[in-house]
């Protein structure tokens, strides 16, 4: 069971939003880089990146800090969303020593996309299906659309994507706990994994995280928890390695 620190970055710097709201944002750092050499020194596995403003504007704004990022730490995985919506796109931030790219919006409006990126990068492509009341959003969070989160995961393993990222929108930022139900509802209709997000806090939900392992959730991403101090990285990466091996 991976936990997987989230690195937001807004005009350049390291920022958390609750739930996916732009005008309802917390600066946590000034320096990106510095706040992924912390997770880093605290153990991380794997990164996670998003370009919030790339988000919003639909194509990268902060390549250069992200840029930066994997190059500074080249034998950490590193994971990376927002405003990723055409190939050349895709194969810059590959070509950047990106491990992943995380597809989101185009996935929606642009079925065919996501498949032929997958033949194209086989084992690089993960899709964010970021949701609220069952319907998947798009345009960084800002626009509901008529897919259910089910539907969509069901065609997007079709594809042939790497894994599925799961975001409540409800949830994220608030410190409330991750969805339970609705996350391991997602895990059963596909057999790709499937990676939590959004209001994991404690060592609580890390616990309900490992219990639910075996329905096919590989990891989570985890952000104002780390920040805030509620949660410890290495402390809860810990406990998620014993339960899951006990």
């Not at 994997?70 to 994971?79: I, K, M, N, R, Y």
């Not at 065609?155 to 894994?163: A, F, H, K, Y």
């Not at 409800?170 to 997602?186: C, E, H, Y």
Request: aromatic share 4%.
């Amino acid at each position: 069971m991976l936990l997987i620190p989230a690195i937001d970055i807004k005009d350049g710097k390291c920022v958390r939003l609750r739930q996916g709201r732009m005008d309802d944002v917390t600066v946590f750092d000034e320096d990106p880089v510095a706040v992924a050499a912390r997770w880093v020194e605290a153990g991380a596995r794997r990164l996670h990146v998003v370009d919030l403003d790339g988000a919003m504007r639909g194509e990268p704004v902060n390549t250069g800090i992200i840029r930066e990022i994997a190059h500074s730490f080249p034998d950490l995985p590193v994971q990376v969303g927002g405003g990723i919506r055409d190939e050349d796109t895709v194969q810059a931030y590959l070509d950047a020593d990106v491990t992943w790219v995380i597809i989101g919006t185009r996935a929606v409006n642009t079925p065919h996309f996501v498949n032929d990126v997958c033949v194209e990068y086989p084992g690089r492509i993960i899709v964010g299906l970021d949701a609220r009341d069952g319907k998947v959003a798009v345009d960084g969070w800002s626009k509901l659309s008529h897919h259910t989160v089910e539907d969509m995961a069901e065609r997007l393993e079709d594809d042939g994507v790497n894994s599925i990222i799961f975001t409540d929108i409800s949830r994220d930022g608030m410190m409330q706990g991750f969805n339970v139900d609705s996350t391991v509802a997602l895990a059963r209709h596909v057999s790709v994994p499937v990676i939590a997000s959004g209001g994991l806090a404690s060592l609580d939900d890390v616990r309900r995280l490992c219990a639910v392992a075996d329905e096919g959730i590989s990891g989570a991403v985890i952000g104002r928890a780390l920040y805030e101090g509620s949660l410890d990285l290495a402390e809860a990466q810990q406990l998620a390695d014993e339960l899951v091996s006990a």
